[in-house]
């Protein structure tokens, strides 16, 4: 469907849930979330609905997220529900990649197309100081069995924190370098959830990574990310920049949250209550927040995200 500014969305992200076994401090409290009970969180059925909706109204790409989506019961089905639905052409996933290893083949078999791996260092310390509780050896087993399952081409995602993984710039890219991974991506970090309380030296431009690795050249840009790669290298190097280059007339997505919450802009506060639609409510309901997708964000290095929800509760 194409939105009243002409953008066509083709992407859902589905957030499965707002649990982690992680704590990344730039996405939740060292506490984690408040428990909610099981019946405030879509079944997966309700999950596959909203999906088959989103479907008839042109979405081809779903990618499943959290929270971290491994931690939730079942996300297997739900990806060999997704995978069966008329129209979709792509099921993939965002993970920290650290309860991966034992489930990359069954997540294939079940029809899990790629995975986005998130690993912000290549430092044991440092992963383990910047997630609280991950262990960067189970995340690279992750990565390692995602290879093997076949769930390529893998991007590795990495958030730019000042004053903490600058020297992980040039360790992480060379993943793409030597092939381990098709594509490292380095997002700037927002100031949503956790982060929106962080000081202004913590937001470095993406422009750093360019001054690390002066070879990098542009070679196109892909959605939101701008891509650069160098001779001899496998794989490449992409720049997510919400921060300093805003790439809303790109945005070809919408989110809907595991508590069955649409939202047309990450950034925004407005979202609208899915569950407990008829399947031809949904399409409808989905269809008017389409339309009204906000033309932008108005997030900056002054002014915080509007979400009234953290990362973790949204997917990214
Ligand atoms: N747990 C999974 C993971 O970490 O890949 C999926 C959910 S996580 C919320 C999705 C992505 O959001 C991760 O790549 C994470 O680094 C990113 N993220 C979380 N908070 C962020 C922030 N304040 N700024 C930029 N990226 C953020
Ligand atoms: Fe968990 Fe992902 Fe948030 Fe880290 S970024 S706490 S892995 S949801």
Same mark, same amino acid.
């Given at each position: 469907m194409?939105?009243?500014?002409?953008r066509s969305i083709t992407y859902l992200r589905l957030s499965v849930t707002d649990r982690c076994n992680c704590r990344c401090r730039y996405c939740m409290p060292a506490a984690g979330v408040k428990k909610v009970c099981h019946s405030e969180v879509m079944s997966l059925e309700e999950m596959a609905a909203v999906v088959e909706a989103c479907a008839r109204l042109g979405?081809?790409?779903?990618?499943?997220?959290?929270g971290e989506p491994l931690a939730r019961l079942g996300v297997e089905r739900l990806v060999s529900l997704i995978h069966d639905i008329q129209g979709i052409q792509e099921v993939a996933m965002t993970t920290n990649a650290t309860l991966l290893a034992p489930k990359a083949q069954a997540l294939?078999?079940?029809?899990?197309?790629?995975?986005?791996?998130?690993?912000?260092?290549?430092?044991?310390?440092?992963y383990h100081a910047i997630?609280?509780?991950g262990s960067l050896e189970d995340a690279l087993d992750?990565?390692?069995a995602a290879r093997e399952a076949g769930l390529g081409p893998i991007k590795v995602n990495a958030v730019l924190m000042g004053?903490?993984? $600058?020297?992980?710039?040039? =360790?992480?890219? +060379?993943?793409?370098?030597?092939?381990a991974a098709s594509s490292v991506r380095f997002i700037e970090l927002m100031p949503i959830g956790e982060a929106a309380r962080w000081p202004q030296a913590s937001f470095v431009p993406a422009e750093r990574v360019l001054q690390e690795l002066p070879e990098l050249a542009f070679v196109g840009a892909d959605g939101v990310s701008e891509t650069f790669s160098a001779p001899g290298w496998a794989g490449t190097v992409g720049l997510i920049r919400p921060m300093s280059h805003k790439f809303c007339s790109a945005c070809n997505r919408i989110r809907v949250t595991s508590d069955g919450m649409l939202k047309a802009c990450l950034?925004?506060?407005?979202?609208?209550p899915l569950r407990g639609l008829e399947p031809h409510q949904l399409?409808?309901?989905?269809?008017? $927040?389409?339309?009204?997708? =906000?033309?932008? +964000?108005?997030?900056?290095?002054?002014?915080?995200s509007q979400s009234t929800r953290s990362m973790n509760a949204i997917g990214g």
């Open positions: 194409i939105d009243e500014t002409g979405v081809t790409k779903v990618r499943i997220t959290g294939a078999e079940a029809g899990l197309d790629r995975v986005n791996v998130s690993l912000d260092s290549l430092d044991p310390q440092r997630t609280r509780t992750g990565l390692a004053g903490v993984n $600058e020297a992980d710039i040039v =360790p992480l890219a +060379h993943l793409a370098k030597e092939g950034h925004s506060a407005r979202e609208v399409v409808d309901a989905i269809a008017a $927040e389409i339309a009204r997708k =906000p033309e932008r +964000h108005t997030m900056d290095a002054q002014h915080a």
